[in-house]
């Protein structure tokens, strides 16, 4: 068995074959599966001549330094063929992908996880799993590839983005959105191979779709070619002629799942299942492979390093024309996505302004002008919106538009594809040199859900604007009313949910979101105006700990009324006629991060919410707040979809009001 240290060949590279070359991932993707009796050796079997002949002539990368900035991105689309990666990391060295991984692959603490994980091991670009994910997240990766070289030139920004997809990712709806933005952007840097094997779980492709999916490329503006992907000088020329073309490529490679297992190769029996000991024998058989299992022979090792040391020299040019640059530290600051402090001065002094001002508008519109601050002190920030632009006053004054083969600019309209515009997002956070937000209506969260998941799962800083939060966006009706969409959010784990009540907390927000890089964050704001609620400026960024007193009555409070977004200004109602009219102490809390909240302290959350009985006011559904309520606490909010028409109807038609509120605290505690 080999280990990664320098090698000494056999022979010498020369003398061993692409086809020798291909055939170890082949032996190393079913011995994997195998020995876990779990996974998928067929599609890694059947696009290993493909894989062989792009590492091998065409990538740069440089396993001794996974994240050099300037590297190719190589993206497993179809991540159920893990092994594909995990064997190729393997094969050039990655310092983390002993022998050992392989052989333990999907097994609970190993860095050969079932579906290929961002920072789980190095070297892998995205998390892919969930088809079509990759291969729109690489969208993203292509379009701020061309984006930071707008900016930095090809001295220093000059690589590709490939893919290999599977009829899976072509199939999910997403990548209609994915490759119709490639092609109108023109993303000439994207490489996409389809393992055009014509098999899906069920058996063959032709039990569910007719699609031909090369016409569907070229109507979306992609140069297509078609190719036998074990013809590894026809994919070598399809590549070159990829490379050439000013438009995104598509390489359709007909391929045979399981390439090599004489009996069950074609078949779906080798999509999802282990060959079994018989096949694997019989395989080694047929593909001349006379070595056990996990042994790759020394000479056929060192050609794969081999393609290491050349990535190693490409990266070592490039630092040094980096070091020659007199754009080196914004560059390095750029990748870094590291904002300047000039950022959070501006928001600082945007916040005392409208404190003195006491500015009445709705949180979209706060939005907007934070957003005018914020893009005025920094050009790391990268806009955009799903044809809601002008709804979501997600573009400011001086952003320019990114246009087809125009990439300077720093406004992406995404055309109407929540998901392709999550999933983009996602891809140019994972890229650096940007950090991306995007708008839609919060109800419309549900199309975007699958890439918001991930970015949590990814821990990307990916801002989502969701403007039209309740049924405060009145006539439109229910169908673009959000009601349980709050309660999804806040399930997904490592998420922050913003709801801010104001002006004040829209800008606080946004400066928490900004400051959490290790997580995406959702600001959802209203389409009503809201008043200013805060009294004073402060220093205090009063939203950072989750929740805060708004209200503290002057003796001990007899009940506690928790409100977010547009709902905190009718909590504050309800505590005036509490007091006013029944001589009711009521504090009123405003919740505008429950994430946050939960990561203080239980004293520091005990301060806040009292011991007092306690009333909820959310213009969503209930689900989540016993959490904060308890069991004998009320709840104020909706009880099922909204309905049309102007939004004080609304509010009174479903009994969300001062009075409501009121009337719930008092038969608390009276």
């Known amino acids: 068995m080999t280990s990664q240290t320098a090698l000494k060949p056999v022979t010498t590279a020369a003398t061993v074959s692409e086809q020798d070359m291909a055939n170890a991932i082949r032996v190393l993707a079913m011995d994997s599966v195998q020995k876990a009796n779990s996974g998928h050796p067929g599609m890694p079997m059947g696009m290993a001549d493909v894989a062989t002949v792009l590492f091998n002539r065409f990538i740069n990368i440089d396993p001794s330094r996974p994240d050099w900035p300037d590297r190719d991105r ?31 692959f999907r097994q609970l603490g190993s860095r050969t996880a079932g579906h290929p994980e961002y920072g789980h091991a190095l070297g892998i670009e995205t998390t892919t799993g969930p088809l079509g994910q990759g291969i729109s997240t690489a969208v993203g990766m292509a379009l701020a590839e061309r984006m930071l070289a707008a900016r930095y030139g090809a001295d220093l920004v000059n690589h590709h983005t490939y893919v290999i997809a599977g009829d899976g990712c072509l199939q999910e709806g ?77 390489i359709a ?57 050349r990535g190693e020299a490409m990266r070592r040019a490039w630092e040094q024309r980096l070091a020659a640059s007199p754009r080196r530290e914004a560059f390095e600051n750029a990748v870094a996505a590291q904002l300047p402090d000039a950022v959070f001065e501006a928001l600082d002094a945007f916040r005392r ?17 934070a957003l005018d601050a914020i893009n005025g002190a920094t050009e790391l ?153 805060g009294q004073a400026y402060g220093d205090e960024n009063r939203s950072r700990q989750g929740a805060y007193i708004l209200r503290e009555p002057a003796e001990h409070r007899a009940v506690t009324l928790i409100a977010t977004g547009s709902e905190v200004e009718i909590a504050v109602a309800a505590a005036e006629r509490l007091e006013t009219e029944h001589g009711i102490a009521a504090a009123v809390v405003s919740m505008p991060c429950w994430e946050l909240f939960e990561e203080q302290e239980t004293a520091a959350r005990k301060a806040v919410l009292g011991s007092a009985p306690r009333v909820a006011v959310e ?52």
């Not at 090369?214 to 026809?234: I, K, L, T, Y």
């Open 74 to 104: 190589f993206v497993l689309s179809a991540g159920h063929g893990s092994m594909l990666q995990y064997a190729l990391h393997y094969l050039l060295g990655y310092d983390d992908m002993q022998i050992e991984e392989l052989q333990r």
């Open 174 to 250: 997403i990548s209609h959105e994915a490759i119709d933005l490639a092609g109108h952007l023109k993303l000439s840097r994207l490489i996409v191979f389809w393992d055009d094997n014509a098999i899906s779980i069920d058996g063959p492709t032709s039990l569910s779709t007719s699609m031909d999916q090369p016409a569907r490329f070229e109507a979306a503006g992609w140069n297509v070619q078609s190719v036998a992907g074990h013809d590894m000088e026809a994919v070598a020329a399809a590549i070159e002629a990829a490379q050439r073309s000013d438009r995104p490529s598509l």
């Open 253 to 309: 490679c007909r391929t045979v799942i399981g390439k090599g297992a004489p009996n069950l190769g074609g078949s779906e029996k080798t999509h999802g299942a282990p060959l079994g000991e018989a096949e694997i024998a019989a395989t080694r058989e047929n593909i001349g492979w006379a070595y056990a299992p996990f042994e790759v022979p020394d000479d056929i090792l060192f050609a794969w390093r081999e393609i290491a040391g």
């Open 353 to 369: 302004e409208h404190v003195e001002k006491a500015t009445k508008v709705a949180t979209r519109k706060a939005s907007e002008m």
């Open 381 to 533: 920030t990268v806009g955009g919106s799903a044809d809601l632009t002008h709804s979501n006053l997600t573009i400011t004054k001086g952003m320019n538009r990114i246009a087809p083969s125009d990439y300077a600019g720093r406004y992406i309209h995404y055309g109407i594809r929540e998901h392709g515009m999550a999933a983009a997002m996602n891809g140019i956070a994972l890229h650096g040199g940007f950090v991306p937000y995007g708008g839609t209506f919060l109800c419309f969260a549900d199309y975007a859900r699958g890439a918001m998941r991930l970015s949590a799962l990814m821990g990307q800083r990916v801002i989502y604007v969701m403007t039209h939060d309740s049924i405060g966006l009145g006539e439109d009706g229910p169908t673009h009313q959000p009601v349980e969409h709050l309660a999804m959010l806040r399930a997904t784990p490592n998420l922050n949910v913003f709801r801010p009540a104001d002006i004040i907390e829209t800008a606080e927000c946004w400066e928490l979101a900004l400051r959490s890089k290790d997580r995406p964050s959702v600001l959802v704001l209203s389409r009503q105006n809201l008043p200013m609620l």
């Open 619 to 670: 213009a969503a559904a209930r689900l989540g707040w016993d959490r904060w309520i308890g069991e004998t606490g009320a709840f104020v909010g909706m009880t099922g979809f909204g309905a049309s028409a102007p939004a004080p109807d609304l509010y009174r038609h479903f009994n969300i009001t001062p009075e409501a509120v009121a009337a719930a605290a008092l038969k608390l505690i009276i």
